[in-house]
């Protein structure tokens, strides 16, 4: 009896030893991941957190600060990497935010930032600014492409009532058409009736505004795995016999002003 009660007391204590050095290794972790971290990149200084570093597996920075290699800083504690810092802001964000963080559209800025991408070995954000590089589409590049036809002061699909008020008028409508994976951006689509369908399959919209127009019962838009980074659906009618299809959509700040919203959003 009493050897039974010594092996129980034994494997408790072991127990809890493996349990307080766990314990220990995740502190040790957690120290590790929540420190700050100085870079000097080319000359110009960035803090962020090793963490934020090991956050994309398989890139530079994550195997530079894994702790299998001997890292040097200088006498004030940052790490020195010999590239042209002045992207790298945008870097930091993207590890951080992912795909919600910020790129601007600038194109000799994509295309500084495309080559810090790949120097990293981003493997998630290069696609991405290769998409934005693409050639944008203007407002008349987009109109001519909607094939407008403007309709005449007596035309009597220019005014659309909803629940028996007059909503809004249009002075030109589109019948169809394909803008898949194209660059659509700062653009504004106002009082068109909008009839047939419309695909905007892996396009990237951002600030893009349909201002006063309307939707016809026949009409679809499609924006599967689309950018509608801050898409605008401002005073529209008629979507409530229409549908908008967003599956895989990027839906950051879109935004719905619409009378009598009733249309069915598939996601």
């Keep these: 009896m009493q050897a039974e009660l010594d092996k129980q007391r034994l494997e408790l204590e072991q127990e809890r030893l493996a349990l307080g050095a766990e314990k220990k290794l995740m502190e040790n972790v957690y120290q590790f991941q929540s420190s700050q971290v100085t870079l000097d990149v080319g000359g110009k200084r960035f803090k962020t957190s090793l963490s934020t570093l090991t956050k994309e597996p398989n890139t530079m920075l994550a195997a530079m600060f894994s702790g299998r290699h001997k890292l040097t800083?200088?006498?004030?504690?940052?790490?020195?990497?010999?590239?042209?810092?002045?992207?790298?802001?945008?870097?930091?964000n993207f590890l951080r935010d992912g795909d919600k963080a910020y790129i601007p559209n600038e194109k000799h800025i994509l295309e500084g930032l495309l080559r810090e991408a790949e120097f990293y070995q981003l493997q998630r954000l290069s696609p991405v600014i290769e998409k934005l590089l693409k050639p944008q589409l203007s407002q008349k590049d987009v109109e001519s492409q909607l094939n407008l036809k403007v309709l005449s002061n007596h035309d009597s699909d220019r005014s659309f009532r909803f629940d028996s008020r007059e909503?809004?008028?249009?002075?030109?409508?589109?019948?169809?058409?394909?803008?898949?994976?194209?660059?659509?951006?700062?653009?504004?689509?106002?009082?068109?009736?909008f009839k047939g369908w419309f695909s905007f399959h892996g396009s990237v919209l951002k600030n893009v505004f349909f201002r006063n127009c309307y939707f016809g019962e026949?009409?679809?838009?499609?924006?599967?795995?689309?950018?509608?980074?801050?898409?605008?659906?401002?005073a529209c009618g008629g979507l409530q016999s229409s549908q908008l299809t967003m599956i895989g959509a990027t839906r950051d700040g879109v935004s719905f002003h619409v009378t009598g919203l009733k249309e069915q959003l598939v996601f």
């Design 73 to 92: 800083p200088d006498q004030e504690g940052a790490y020195f990497i010999d590239r042209d810092g002045t992207h790298f802001q945008h870097i930091l």
């Design 167 to 193: 909503c809004f008028r249009v002075f030109s409508f589109a019948t169809s058409a394909t803008f898949d994976f194209g660059v659509i951006c700062n653009v504004t689509l106002s009082n068109i009736s």
């Design 218 to 234: 026949c009409s679809m838009m499609d924006f599967t795995e689309a950018d509608l980074t801050n898409v605008s659906f401002c």
